[in-house]
């Protein structure tokens, strides 16, 4: 299999698709390589920019990258294009759905979600205590040495001020935790440490903890035991707590909603995004050459499950009203881009 990328655009994005792309395929040992023009011999033209595509100068299997159609115009050019294009791989269910309600083929279209570049960490999330630990243990320092064996060093940081807390930044380092320790209350540095922090936690019940009122005028989210004045605070609570195994759920649930949103394009990488527009090419020139496609079924919504074929999902027929509201969307983009055009000449 030959393909040939065309990109007729070295800006940072559309360039980047072709170039990610390319590396991708070469580590496939498949043929490919990136112009402004089409290869009359390559046995996939696959445009990155769908309005580039020239239908005078087409191969039997052209396929175009489709995004933003956000004014009639766009919507036209698209429509045109893909009465001699053999598929539009948009970047969204929700396009196929919209473009297949006002008009286009459902056979021309499916889609590919876009990828990252597999860099971006996780900022931890800080948590803040600005208390002194006492000789009775009021303080339930204990909570934060036990916490520290639970919850994820990866998600979490701590910012810590106040004197005795020493054992507990040591069990939090032993378990890989990145701590900013003051063992003495500093005022100025204080003022900066507040508004810095993502949660305020206090594991005390001795009526509450000063610091939990700074936190909320700082507008920090907090992490505080239900009692004495922290009940007087309307909405001051955001995750009340009382006992040791309350306060892991507490954690455990903010580390699943934050490893949800990670997990939910972890299998967004350019390798994957590659390997599924080489599926879809494969069944395409099967289906050029009259072969059968040997299909099994990946556990993915996008790329060759998003085909009309092989879909398990009926495209969403429009209500006339809701095809008005995207005829409308459209419109409103044209006027947008018509204003911000003529503004820019003046």
């Not at 860099?119 to 303080?139: A, F, L």
């Not at 934060?144 to 810590?160: E, H, M, Q, R, V």
């Not at 054992?167 to 890989?176: E, F, H």
Request: charged letters at 30%; hydrophobic letters at 35%.
């Amino acid at each position: 299999m030959k393909i040939r990328i065309v990109c007729q655009d070295d800006s940072w994005i559309l360039e980047k698709f072709a170039r990610k792309m390319k590396e991708n395929l070469v580590k496939m040992n498949i043929a490919v390589d990136v112009d402004k023009i089409p290869d009359k011999n390559a046995d996939i033209n696959h445009y990155i920019i769908y309005s580039d595509y020239d239908v005078n100068n087409s191969n039997d299997i052209d396929t175009l990258m489709v995004t933003h159609i956000d004014r009639e115009k766009k919507l036209k050019i698209l429509s045109k294009n893909l009465e001699k294009a053999y598929m539009g791989i948009c970047m969204s269910e929700e396009t196929v759905i919209n473009m297949s309600n006002m008009g286009i083929d459902r056979k021309k279209l499916c889609f590919v979600n876009p990828a990252h570049d597999e860099v971006m960490i996780p900022r931890k999330k800080i948590i803040g205590i600005t208390c002194r630990v006492q000789s009775d243990g009021r303080k339930r320092e204990v909570f934060i040495s036990k916490l520290a064996k639970i919850i994820s060093p990866n998600l979490f940081s701590f910012k810590i001020m106040g004197d005795g807390w020493d054992k507990q930044v040591a069990d939090l380092k032993d378990n890989g935790f990145t701590v900013e320790y003051t063992n003495e209350f500093v005022y100025d540095k204080y003022l900066e440490l507040i508004p810095s922090l993502d949660y305020y936690l206090y594991t005390g019940q001795d009526e509450g903890q000063m610091g939990f009122v700074d936190a909320l005028a700082a507008g920090v989210e907090t992490i505080v035991t239900s009692q004495g004045y922290h009940l007087d605070a309307d909405c001051g609570i955001t995750y009340p707590f009382n006992s040791f195994e309350e306060l892991v759920q507490i954690f455990k649930s903010i580390e699943n909603k934050r490893k949800a949103m990670i997990d939910s394009v972890a299998s967004w990488t350019w390798d994957e995004y590659t390997k599924k527009h080489v599926e879809l090419w494969k069944y395409f020139i099967s289906q050029k050459r009259g072969t059968q496609y040997k299909y099994s079924k990946p556990g993915y919504i996008d790329g060759i499950n998003s085909v009309e074929e092989f879909t398990d999902k009926t495209t969403k027929k429009m209500s006339k009203k809701e095809k008005l509201k995207i005829a409308f969307n459209l419109f409103r983009g044209t006027l947008r881009h018509k204003y911000f055009v003529n503004i820019k000449k003046k």
